[in-house]
């Protein structure tokens, strides 16, 4: 029944960071609009009008005067969700490579008292082109070794993260390497993290990831968190499961 899914909802705040996606954010948004209690884009510098077509579609707005990275999108959206009483936030990627329709998904662990959910593509890689299931998989494989646990899909833009349990990400995010990076404090820190499956879709948008670039990104955080950040303080065992329910 529609009404109650929105009453169930409506502590969940869906946060887009986007970047120049006028294109499909009011598609994006309009959908997260029907799955959570409100939708805020969170426009790191576009000039192509992504906050405008953001606005007309019935999301709250707010602009970075210049693009600051998705770090800082994800603390910008993270703040406003905890000063506005909502209780988590779903971030899902403006450029409509995540279902809104499954944001109930991620809802559902998160009840069952996980403070991240990603929504992992790793079940249903068929419309994956083949380099960006390797990469991923390789990626995820060494984030779950610094982790300590098992994350499936390090790299999906598409998770929930609980508020009360997420104050200092909000603080820290922007100084951030990557949301690969964010995982990985958060299991050294004793969050409960949760995967759930959920689609894979590409439809032939122009990847921002620079395949170069970012790699070597990765690999020097992932050699900083090892070698020269090894003492930080662990605060609790990492708890990271994988969702039982079905994609059906």
Known sequence: MPA????????????????????????VAAGALDAAGCALVVDDGSTDGTAEAAAAAGARVVRHKQNRGKGAAIATGLAWARGHGYEAAVFLDGDGQHDPGEICRLVEAYRQGADIVLGSR?????GMPPLRAFTNFLTSLVTSCIAGCRISDSQSGFRLLRIDTAGWMAAEA??????????????????????????????????????SADTGRFILMALRLIFIERQEVHLGKPHCTAGAGSRG
Do not use: H
């Open 122 to 126: 790793m079940q249903s890689r068929a």
């Open 174 to 211: 922007g100084r951030f390497e990557s949301e690969t990076e964010i995982l990985i404090r958060a299991a050294r820190r004793g969050m409960k993290i949760r995967d759930v499956p959920v689609s894979t879709i590409y439809a032939g948008e122009q990847s921002k990831i620079d395949p």
């Open 4 to 27: 109650v899914e929105v009453v169930i909802l409506a502590d969940i705040c869906a946060v887009i960071p986007a970047y120049n996606e006028a294109a499909s954010v009011a598609r």
